[in-house]
């Protein structure tokens, strides 16, 4: 098998699990308890808040732990925007709860939840254009932004495309008009230098960076408050209440140490496998499209339009050749849905319903990518030879 799904997961780094294991094993205990086997679990909570706090050069304090990059961007984005909101509490869906900036090429993770505020809580949203190369407009944003405005929402990269936004401008344009930015930062980390400075809020996922699933944290600048999305207990300083994930949280932390070691020779190692690879699909399929701003992308991410190919019956074909893609976003549960991110970008229909995703990772070698290229030439040939059939 070869796989090339980075975006969707990553497999578990030993340090990860070497991390995890004492708390599937003797350190069982539940980190609230005040007794010394939840002393122990607390332990674990505290360590990895800490290590986190100190990757991220942030404050112990400014980390959140959830159960993954879905509920961070829910926290970051509903969170923020009704506790800056004059209305408060959702229930009181005034008209006037405030304004959104973000855009349609988002994550369902944010899209969703900011969708959700525009259509049931009274929230105006302005919908950034994206350009055909991914990239939100500046100019736009700097113009959109009102004396209502509670939050912009604007992911670091996209999943689909790789394509990473000039967080440093989008950072400046909020200071200095004095409005929230929350960042899914998910694609982003372990494969980009992060800088959580520039932003409010920041929405990560361990399974992303050869972590665990289920486990994740948003970063929160201190001083800010949040309305919690979740009532219970008054875990992680009452913003998020539920019994801590520790095994998950203690194997978060140990991977994103690890992640981060040598990310810059990784990066160098992947973007030339990745562009090996558009080089030998271009030949194969000189029809074939390349999607997102090739300047800026993450170097592990390669979106190609097969045109005349549709993705579903490309995936099929790469999965009999035994190699692992994605037609996007892996999160539509199964399904094989024409990209939002590319119809967002202005692709046309063909294009967009033609994508594929192929996404590096740690253990992709120069042997798998041109193996996977030789398994693209022969489905090139196979559906060549196909439609030369049907025109017959
Ligand atoms: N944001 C981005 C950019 C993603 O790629 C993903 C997952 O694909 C998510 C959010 C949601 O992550 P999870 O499904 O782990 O909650």
Known sequence: MIYLDYNATTPLCDAARDAMLPFLGPYFGNPSSVHAAGR???????????KLAELLHAKPSEIIFTSGATESCNLGVLGLARSQSAGGLPAVASAKAGHIISNKAEHHAVLSAVEHLEDREGFEVTWLNVSENGIIDLDQLADSIRPDTKLVSIM???????????????????????????TDIVQAFGKLEIDVSLVDAGSFAAHKFY?????????????????????????????RPGTENVAGVAGMAAAAEWVLRDADAERQREAPLR????????KAFPAAEQNGDPAHRL???????????????????????GVCASSGSA????????SHVLLDMGLPMESARSAIRFSLGRRTTAEEIADAADALERIATRTKDAREYVLA
């Open 40 to 50: 122990e679990a607390r332990a674990g909570i505290d360590d990895a808040r800490d």
């Open 156 to 182: 670091t990269a996209n999943n689909e495309t790789g394509v990473i936004q000039p967080m440093r401008e989008i950072s400046r344009i909020c200071r200095e008009r004095g409005v929230l930015l929350h």
């Open 211 to 239: 972590g665990p699933k289920g486990t994740g944290f948003l970063f929160l600048r201190s001083g800010l408050s949040i309305q919690p999305i979740m009532f219970g207990g008054a875990h992680e300083n009452q913003r």
């Open 275 to 282: 562009d090996e690879l558009w080089k030998r699909v271009a």
């Open 299 to 321: 170097a592990n991410t390669l979106n190609t339009s097969f045109i005349g190919v549709d993705s579903e019956t490309m995936l099929m074909a790469l999965d009999l050749e």
């Open 331 to 338: 999160c539509m549960v199964g399904s094989v849905r024409v």
